[in-house]
């Protein structure tokens, strides 16, 4: 069974968002393909593929499905049983939409305010593990994470809100000491959410110990981890701590 057979475009025009799927090898092989969470296994970004095509036939790929009408995103999408997910903001709320791979829309689930100060459109990828789709909201007015079950689109949890704001981090999961955590960075903290039944467990002032020298809230880099230490940095020379 072949593993990863399609690549996935987005186009954004106003309000419509767009999902292209092209075909590389076969339908059969876009079935089998399950990438859960952002940047694939490990979120490493490799992909062991075996039968990828190394080149395109004159005109490019066949055009397999193009759908529209989802929510205004910057997200990449993962696939997981046939099912894509993604997420998008539509009148200033934050949605995880699920599609079929015949292009349907199964569901559409708001789960928080969005951002809409600059680059308003979301950009958390959701992250499917077994029956759940783990999202962050953009403004964290609400909740500062949630997860929804993928099945239906209904809300399983909403953690406590710290009013604090998206850091675009892609969070990890973790498990240790039978306490399965999310770890991520948001604007200002370094948190740790339970992920049963998203209790935030600790959490930890990164900016209070010194300010980056600018964009202060923007903290894209995901965490280390090893062992029982956690590692984590930023841009815009800001302090590394462990």
């Known amino acids: 069974m072949c593993y990863i057979c399609a690549q996935l475009f987005f186009t954004m025009k106003k309000a419509a968002f767009f999902i292209f799927i092209i075909q590389i090898i076969t339908v059969s092989t876009l079935l089998a ?45 993962v696939v997981h049983n046939n099912v894509i997910y993604t997420s998008g903001i539509q009148d200033e709320k934050e949605f995880l939409s699920a599609i079929d791979l015949k292009g349907n829309i199964l569901w559409n689930t708001p789960y928080g305010d969005a951002w809409t100060k600059s680059y308003s459109p979301a950009r958390c990828t959701p992250t499917i593990d077994g029956d759940i789709a783990y999202v962050i909201s953009g403004s964290g007015d609400l909740t500062t994470m ?42 200002n903290h370094v948190l740790g959410v339970d992920a049963v039944n998203g209790s935030i467990i600790w959490k930890f002032n990164y900016t209070a110990i010194e300010k980056p020298m600018m964009g202060e809230d923007i903290n894209p880099v995901t965490p280390l981890i090893k062992g029982d230490e956690i590692f984590v940095t930023s841009g815009y020379n800001h302090v590394g701590i462990m």
């Open 33 to 77: 393909q399950n990438v859960t969470q952002w940047r694939g296994l490990n979120r490493s970004g490799h992909y062991p593929d075996q039968q990828l095509a190394d080149k395109w036939d004159q005109g490019g790929p066949e055009l397999l499905l193009n759908i529209e009408g989802l929510p205004e995103s910057y997200s990449s999408v």
């Open 146 to 187: 949630v997860a929804i079950d993928k099945s239906n689109g209904e809300t399983i949890w909403q953690s406590e809100s710290i009013q604090d704001q998206s850091g675009y981090t892609s969070p990890i999961y973790i498990e240790r000491d039978n306490l399965n955590q999310i770890i991520t960075v948001i604007g």
